[in-house]
């Protein structure tokens, strides 16, 4: 999506090898016409789906899984974070392991919320190493939904998230694919998008 390549080029700062910084727009400071425009193309890119409920987790992904939502017309839900993990038998949890952040996050979502008539598309800010997709994943399935597809804003391709959906043959859409840092610029995978 060239709106979003192109705000990533002006306001995005790469940190270190492998980390873009974008909280001028996306987590910190949100940009609401972009995130509108990325909820349009989300809903561009899964027409064919017959989506019921849009999941994401807190707390940078709710800002495009709304929009997306909005495009839709669905409700959107965000699995929330918890540090210890304590058994509710009214939540689905699963744990997630942040290679970034190097620490294990609970996350959960009511029951009340998810159920097997669902068919679900899971929105998130990065895909990185695709733990937070997989945790979602485990919680659709143990509600019995129907996965349909996932959409991250901004793919890092080389790491290993996005072979990990691809193996399990998700539809997986992002708005902008990262294929490299080099000397702090950032270089797209596909700049024609
Ligand atoms: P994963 O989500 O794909 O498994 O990747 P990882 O464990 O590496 O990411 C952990 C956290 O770091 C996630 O946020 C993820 O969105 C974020 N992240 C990963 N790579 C980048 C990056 O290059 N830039 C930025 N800005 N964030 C990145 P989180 O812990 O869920 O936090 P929150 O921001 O959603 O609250
Ligand atoms: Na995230
Ligand atoms: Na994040």
Not at 62 to 69: E, K, Q
Request: hydrophobic letters at 45%; a negative charge.
């Amino acid at each position: 999506m060239r709106l979003l390549e192109e705000r990533i080029k002006k306001d995005g700062q790469v940190l270190g090898q492998d980390v873009l910084k974008v909280d001028n727009f996306l987590n910190h400071q949100v940009d609401p016409d972009l995130m509108a425009a990325m909820g349009e193309e989300f809903q561009r890119l899964f027409q064919d789906k017959q989506i019921t409920k849009i999941l994401t987790v807190e707390s940078s992904g709710i800002a495009p899984a709304v929009f997306a939502g909005l495009a839709f017309h669905v409700p959107v839900v965000f699995a929330r974070k918890h540090k210890s993990l304590t058994l509710q038998d009214n939540m689905y949890s699963a744990t997630v392991y942040s290679y970034t952040k190097k620490v294990n996050n609970h996350i959960s979502i009511s029951k009340k919320f998810l159920s097997a008539d669902d068919r679900v598309l899971v929105i998130d800010d990065f895909l990185a190493n695709g733990q937070a997709v997989e945790g979602l994943l485990s919680i659709i399935d143990a509600a019995g939904a129907q996965l349909e597809g996932v959409g991250i804003v901004i793919e890092k391709t080389f790491q290993k998230g996005r072979a990990l959906l691809d193996q399990r043959g998700i539809q997986v859409e992002s708005l902008a694919r990262i294929a490299a840092f080099e000397n702090g610029q950032v270089i797209f995978l596909d700049e024609n998008k």
